[in-house]
T-cell receptor, first 115, second 114 residues
Framework: DGGITQSPKYLFRKEGQNVTLSCEQN?????MYWYRQDPGQGLRLIYY???????QKGDIAEGYSVSREKKESFPLTVTSAQKNPTAFYLC??????????????FGAGSRLTVL | DQQVKQNSPSLSVQEGRISILNCDYT??????FLWYKKYPAEGPTFLIS?????DKNEDGRFTVFLNKSAKHLSLHIVPSQPGDSAVYFC?????????????FGTGTRLQVTL
């Protein structure tokens, strides 16, 4: 079954620590994305990547970093510079858009709590 | 600046009746609109989309209507079923090339009661 795997599902972090969230996809999608969801808010784009070794900042990239060394993998690091890191993080992927609605497929999410 | 707005945080509908979820947008450059459904602690799943050049798209029990002049779209679910209880997100995309940067609304929680 093709899909997106995010790990860990739940993560606790002490203030001042960096943490990396894993995202792996076997859909052969070229583009990958990281979104953040907070209560009462929509999903906000953190970073996205259209191709290996290239990525762009989204709307709320400050305090986050990503890498795209393989097509299948797009890990997100939440650094200590992120002021309010407690949130639900969603990874997504899509084919490169060639016309029509480009539907993103989402993983099940990772909930990060800063203690 | 919220470019995609869902002004109703919640909606309760009886089983078998119609559910209507609304969404407003401000950016006239959006070229596609999508609806996603989300259960707690899970990722959103795609439901239905509509091109900005269309005014209606139907898929089974789900129909999306687009009123471009009013910058408004709505999702109709007929008949509503208890399994439809979830949070529904409206999203919009701008053609920026090969990747889709979706802008999401804040979501509407739908509860379908027996």
């Amino acid at each position: 079954d093709g899909g997106i795997t995010q790990s860990p599902k739940y993560l606790f972090r002490k203030e001042g620590q960096n943490v990396t969230l894993s995202c792996e996809q076997n859909l052969n999608h070229d583009a990958m994305y990281w979104y953040r969801q907070d209560p009462g808010q929509g999903l906000r784009l953190i970073y996205y990547s259209q191709i290996v070794n290239d990525f762009q900042k989204g709307d709320i990239a400050e305090g986050y970093s990503v890498s795209r060394e393989k097509k299948e993998s797009f890990p997100l690091t939440v650094t200590s510079a992120q002021k309010n890191p407690t949130a639900f993080y969603l990874c997504a992927s899509s084919p490169l858009r060639v016309g029509g609605a480009n539907v993103l497929t989402f993983g099940a999410g990772s909930r990060l709590t800063v203690l | 600046d919220q470019q995609v707005k869902q002004n109703s945080p919640s909606l309760s509908v009886q089983e078998g009746r119609i559910s209507i979820l609304n969404c407003d947008y401000t950016n006239s450059m959006f070229d596609y609109f999508l609806w996603y459904k989300k259960y707690p602690a899970e990722g959103p799943t795609f439901l239905i989309s509509i091109s900005s050049i269309k005014d209606k798209n139907e898929d089974g029990r789900f129909t999306v209507f687009l009123n471009k002049s009013a910058k408004h779209l709505s999702l109709h679910i007929v008949p509503s079923q208890p399994g439809d209880s979830a949070v529904y997100f409206c999203a919009a995309s701008v053609n920026t090339g090969t990747a889709s940067k979706l802008t999401f609304g804040t979501g509407t929680r739908l509860q379908v009661t027996l």
